[in-house]
């Protein structure tokens, strides 16, 4: 039977299901230093400071070896090995929530992570090397917090995170990060007057408690609703029911203004597409614009997007260039999301770029559209 630790709350070690009674506090804490060296060894003197501090009394290092022989018989089955000097608790780090919370988080799951979270770490364990390993975890836990509010945001949960982060920023109102999220929340809940209140009490109280403006992800996703235009056009075709195992092509999909996903017929290239776009609708709170390209003329459709953000035919030029000029202006201060489906080369896909780094471009093909990724930095994810 399998042995289990837990350190990120109160301390706890089962055997299976069963809770294994490992002892006072004082003994408690020497296993927990050898669980946080998991197969290293941990010399007696470091071993003495970290539980007693650093003057251990003359007998602590009497009592170490008397709670090395408890601990052993404690953890039948999982060796604690004298050598050179110190000892080695032996076990799989997978078996130690620490190790496998660290392990989660640097796997890109960190709501994985966050369910081994179950209080303070070292809850009812003393000492300066205790207290300065339980904030250097409170910081790790917050960013992995952080990371998954990301990805709960990217899978449309914005009103029921609304309490949640409204909580948070309560606690931590100088978290940057944590209150682009709660204004991403409110934003992605239909709530903008809320989002842009929020804005200038934390830019008031930033400038009051620190003398610093908000960075520049603050003040521009502020921009962004500021200049937010009346029409607002959301073209996505319905999400693809059934999405699974692609997380890896999905995480591709986060890097650069311009994506291209390429592959042959049936590889899934537009349900990958689609379902990114729909997670990520909120992140583009002034529109999403669809189309598929298949024999389509470019000019055609630059016209066609031209009218979805709001122009009448009377304000649309007659000439293709002034035309796709006339798109670009109208991009230049929109966060938008553009999917162009089933492109069949460069050429038609160039004149419908929108030219600001500001808006997410995914372009799906069958060929692999080198000129996009030469010429204009596309990250090429390629299925199949």
Known sequence: MTHSFRVLGEPEVRRGTAVVEVGHARQLSVLVVLLVNVNQVVSVDKLLSRVWGDAPPRQAKAALYSYMSRLRTALDGIPIVRRSGGYVLE??????????????????????????????????????????????????????????????????????????????????????????????????????????????????????????????ALRDLHASLLHRPQWSPRRLPARPPGFADMENQLAALQDGPIVTITGPAGAGKTRLALHWAHEHAADYPDGQLFVDLNGSDPADVVREFITALGTGPDGIPPEPHAQTALYRTLLADRRMLILLDNAADTAQVVPLLPGTPRCRVIVTSRERLPGLVTAHGARPVVLG
Do not use: C, K, N
């Not at 369910?115 to 409170?138: C, D, M, Q, S, Y």
């Not at 509010?149 to 995170?161: C, I, K, N, P, Y």
């Not at 809940?189 to 830019?203: F, I, Q, V």
């Open 91 to 216: 076990a799989d780090p997978a078996s130690i929530d620490l190790h496998r919370f660290r392990s989660l988080v640097a796997e890109g799951r960190p709501g994985e992570a966050m369910a081994l979270v179950h209080g303070e770490p070292f809850e009812g364990l003393h000492g300066a090397w205790f207290a300065g390993l339980r904030e250097t975890l409170a910081g790790e836990i917050t960013a992995a917090e952080l990371d998954h509010t990301d990805s709960r945001l990217a899978a449309g949960e914005h009103v029921t995170l609304i309490s949640e982060l409204t909580a948070r920023t309560a606690e931590r109102p100088l978290d940057e990060r944590l209150a682009g999220q709660l204004m991403r929340t409110l934003i992605g809940a239909d709530r903008r007057p809320d989002a842009l209140a929020y804005y200038s009490e934390l830019r008031h109280r930033l400038a009051d408690e620190l003398g610093l403006d908000p960075g520049p």
